[in-house]
């Protein structure tokens, strides 16, 4: 299936700033009835989400003190991600984006009921952060398509890189506040109760979800259209059929490989292993440290979501998502080999930066130039590579550094993405070339 553009131009041959309004505003998805609101919850809902992994991944830290087991929980966190995403992006297509989030939100709560249960009870063990996990990486993988295809029936297609990157910017906001917000609890109330009182994060998203007039039932034109002929996927020939759809595309295609490359390689494996991180860089093991390296990250991705939509920024193209990720590379492996906090913390931030550059450029072009009959899909494919591929990132950075060092095997990894983005930039453009973007 071809998705024509403008003037009826092929979405696989048009230079895709004809989907970039020419001279965009500053925050104009603000604009739009809804989307404070669900920028609102959704940065809350991202922020209990973060709070849980700080309490949880460090309780685990403290219990087990194994990188192999930091890696384990990163392979097993987001492997629905990596089976379930397209099914889930199919699920919104067919149902109801609203309905789904309130689904993952539902989970969220119960995975944060059961881990006050256990460390209530100082009963912990393995197999139940294993379990825990993975029906939290479930609830991510119900939430991620989802969300992305409300926020374009919120503000649109004119608009959608503005709702995009605020979109991110708002969960990036939750993860800033994040480890603030959960160091607090554990300093105010312990574990315990900080995990409980984390479900009530989830409560306002969930909320405002039950009357909020968006999803099918409120579409016109073609999107109404569309809705009516889709249908959830029946099985992994759906799949296969999906993949066929848009592997000619030479934008969805290059913009799924290269997120997914960076994902399968580093992800966010950093994230479980950053106390060990903090001792080597001096922490005295009071947990302050590690919660700053990790705000570090996200409050360089926040101010990119700020100073890119407020300045205008850095309009959706192939070539600067591109450079983003190579300079994101050469960021993460500068962070692994430092042994200075001050630079650490730096790179750290110039992460978060791209990180959330990249991101954000590369699902609003996926978004463009993806049919509205297939989006859900087509969503839920590079949420497949962008947070699903995290799980061989468990293998690559944790497992591995529990054989070579935790310090090596980020910068390794972060060298193996840089040529292998460099390899994808060379085969797009043998391949297809067509002038510079």
């Known amino acids: 299936m071809v998705n024509s553009g403008p003037c009826g131009t092929p979405a696989e041959t048009r230079d895709f700033m004809t989907d970039t309004p020419a001279a965009p505003r500053s925050f104009a998805a603000l604009r739009h009835p809804g989307a404070r609101a669900y920028l609102i919850g959704t940065a809350l809902a991202m922020n209990a989400d973060a709070v849980e992994h700080v309490i949880s991944y460090l309780i685990i830290w403290e219990k087990f003190q194994s990188p192999t087991l930091g890696g384990f929980a990163v392979v097993a966190h987001w492997l629905p991600f990596l089976f379930f995403s ?76 503005s709702g995009v990157r605020l979109l991110a910017t708002s969960r990036t906001l939750g993860i800033v506040l994040g480890p603030a917000v959960g160091g607090g609890l554990l300093l105010l109330v312990g574990p315990v109760w900080g995990i409980f009182i984390n479900i009530l994060i989830y409560v306002p998203l969930t909320m405002w979800l039950i009357r909020a ?45 290269v997120v997914g490359v960076a994902a399968m390689m580093v992800g966010n494996a950093h994230q479980p292993q950053m106390p060990e991180f903090a001792l080597d860089l001096g922490s005295n093991g009071s947990g302050l440290l590690y919660s700053i390296l990790l705000a570090a990250n996200a409050a360089g991705a926040l101010a990119a979501g700020l100073i890119l939509e407020t300045r205008s920024l850095l309009p959706a193209r192939r070539n600067t998502v591109f450079i983003l990720v190579i300079l994101w590379c050469f960021a993460m492996g500068g962070f692994a080999l430092t042994s200075d906090i001050r630079v650490a913390m730096v790179l750290l931030f110039a992460a978060g930066f791209l990180d959330l550059s990249y991101n954000s450029m590369a699902q609003t072009l996926v978004q463009l130039n993806a049919a509205p009959e297939i989006r859900g899909r087509v969503v839920g494919l590079y949420v497949m590579a962008a947070f699903g591929l995290r799980a061989v990132s468990g293998i690559t950075v944790g497992m591995a550094g529990s054989l070579i060092g935790i310090h090596m095997s980020l910068a390794l990894s972060a060298g193996i993405v840089l040529i292998l983005v460099t390899g994808l930039i060379t085969r797009t453009y043998l391949a297809a070339p067509h002038p510079a973007a």
């Open 86 to 161: 397209i099914h889930a992006g199919a699920l919104a297509d067919r149902l109801d984006p609203r309905r789904v989030i309130q689904a993952a939100m539902l989970l969220f709560m119960a995975v944060s009921a059961a881990w006050g249960l256990l460390f209530m009870t100082d009963t912990l063990q393995m197999w139940h952060a294993v379990i825990l996990l993975i029906v939290h990486g479930l609830a991510g993988a119900l939430w991620a398509p989802a969300s992305q295809l409300l926020i374009h029936d919120i503000v649109g297609r004119e608009q959608l890189q």
């Open 213 to 257: 007039p968006y999803g099918p039932a409120f579409r016109t034109g073609a999107e109404a259209v569309a809705a009516t002929g889709r249908r959830a996927i029946k099985g992994f020939s759906d799949i296969a059929a999906t993949l066929r759809t848009v592997s000619g595309n030479r934008i969805i295609m290059p913009m799924t490989l």
